[in-house]
């Protein structure tokens, strides 16, 4: 896969685990909890839309080089980013300073975090997050901190005037890959370990990406973080990170949102001792979360009928104040057939008169129509097909 393509798509699967609460960075703002499985079931949802999108930036990229490669090298735009007069020397390789020298040179970028941030200069704080990165060790606390700034901000009030594009495709440099590998093994910010693990799939090699993460797995102890690394190992689409998955699943001292997680994603597994192994999750497992999610997934590999499979319902939406409970396939809603999570999407936007919505859902076997008022409904999922 090509760098900018790869890039774009990593940027939409984001954007798709920032709608269903798993914002990277932001957790340590929201106060809802992140989903068992609602972030894996979105970007299931969610992938075909992104590939399509990253076509369309990579053709755009590619229309771009080519128009430059017409124009003369001295009429071009520099790029890189230039100096300042307010910008100290040039940053010497860190390999050749001192411990003092790199503290100073620190010192001198973080000071220009602010002023930056004053005049919404986000290319300027990217060219500061990508020297302070290099300024390894002095230099990882500030450099962290200030990838997470720009994080909320590309996801928030975008003061910045920075695009996810370009942020996302910043997090592919040397410097602030080696920041996010290293944070995944040592005492380092949550959030930041959050980001490292949404980002990491997309900026180093898919075998590497399986060893780093799911090292770090084993030793996480934050649950946010443990749900950033299950998501990403669960689309890898990989034996061997379904495995460790798996080991996580059958341990009931792990956190059991975190299992019920799990569960949900190795809904698409074609190992069949990993199958097996769902069907005794869903049977025996002394958590009720953890059985339901095992039977969610169960459900998901032969679905009964066609619809929607909700594996994640929000407890401040309409889905659950109507009734509407994880396990349940939307089968329709306000008279429309559901099938994927754009079509519902779509229903719910459609403007109508009527304060209320009428939703089928089959729950064991029996269909149950639920009337739910209208707007969002808080639930994640994923599309089913009978077989």
């Given at each position: 896969m090509k760098a900018p393509f790869a890039a774009a798509l990593a940027v939409s699967t984001l954007v798709a685990g920032f709608a269903v609460g798993v914002a990277v960075g932001r957790q340590r703002h929201s106060d809802e909890p992140v989903s068992a499985t609602s972030a894996v079931e979105a970007v299931e949802r969610e992938r075909d839309e992104a590939l399509a999108r990253a076509q369309r930036a990579e053709t755009a990229l590619q229309a771009e080089r080519r128009k430059r490669a017409d124009v003369p090298a001295a009429a071009r735009p520099s790029d890189t980013v230039q100096p300042t007069a307010t910008d100290p020397a040039p940053v010497a390789p860190a390999s050749t300073l001192s411990d003092s020298d790199r503290a100073q040179q620190v010192r001198d970028l973080a000071a220009q975090i602010e002023p930056a941030v004053a005049h919404a200069d986000g290319e300027k704080l990217l060219e500061l997050l990508r020297r302070l990165s290099a300024l390894s060790p002095e230099g990882r606390t500030a450099a962290m901190e200030l990838a997470l700034k720009i994080n909320d901000d590309v996801n928030g009030e975008g003061l910045l005037r920075l695009d996810q594009y370009t942020f996302y495709t910043s997090l592919g440099d040397t410097g602030?890959?080696?920041?996010?590998?290293?944070?995944?093994?040592?005492?380092?910010?949550?959030?930041?370990?959050?980001?490292?693990?949404?980002?990491?799939?997309?900026?180093?090699?898919?075998?590497?990406?399986?060893?780093?993460?799911?090292?770090?797995?084993?030793?996480?102890?934050?649950?946010?973080?443990?749900?950033?690394?299950?998501?990403?190992?669960?689309?890898?689409?990989?034996?061997?990170?379904?495995?460790?998955?798996?080991?996580?699943?059958?341990?009931?001292?792990?956190?059991?949102?975190?299992?019920?997680?799990?569960?949900?994603?190795?809904?698409?597994?074609?190992?069949?001792?990993?199958?097996?192994?769902?069907?005794?999750?869903?049977?025996?497992?002394?958590?009720?979360?953890?059985?339901?999610?095992?039977?969610?997934?169960?459900?998901?590999?032969?679905?009964?009928?066609?619809?929607?499979?909700?594996?994640?319902?929000?407890?401040?939406?309409?889905?659950?104040?109507?009734?509407?409970?994880?396990?349940?396939?939307?089968?329709?809603?306000?008279?429309?057939?559901?099938?994927?999570?754009?079509?519902?999407?779509?229903?719910?936007?459609?403007e109508s008169s009527a304060e209320n919505a009428s939703a089928v859902v089959l729950r064991d076997g029996i269909e149950v129509t639920l009337p739910v008022r209208r707007g969002r409904l808080g639930i994640q999922g994923r599309a089913v097909r009978r077989k």
């Open positions: 602030v890959r080696t920041l996010m590998i290293w944070s995944l093994d040592n005492p380092s910010p949550a959030a930041f370990r959050v980001l490292s693990a949404w980002s990491l799939p997309w900026v180093i090699p898919k075998e590497q990406a399986i060893d780093t993460m799911g090292k770090s797995l084993v030793r996480e102890k934050e649950v946010t973080v443990q749900q950033a690394l299950v998501v990403n190992l669960a689309q890898m689409n990989d034996s061997r990170a379904e495995s460790l998955l798996a080991t996580i699943l059958a341990d009931p001292a792990r956190d059991a949102g975190v299992r019920a997680q799990i569960a949900t994603s190795l809904a698409t597994t074609t190992n069949a001792d990993l199958a097996r192994a769902l069907e005794t999750t869903a049977n025996t497992d002394p958590d009720d979360r953890v059985r339901a999610a095992a039977r969610a997934a169960i459900v998901a590999r032969n679905p009964p009928v066609d619809g929607f499979l909700i594996t994640i319902v929000f407890p401040d939406g309409a889905a659950s104040a109507g009734g509407i409970r994880p396990g349940d396939i939307l089968i329709s809603y306000d008279g429309h057939a559901t099938r994927d999570l754009k079509e519902v999407r779509d229903l719910i936007d459609a």
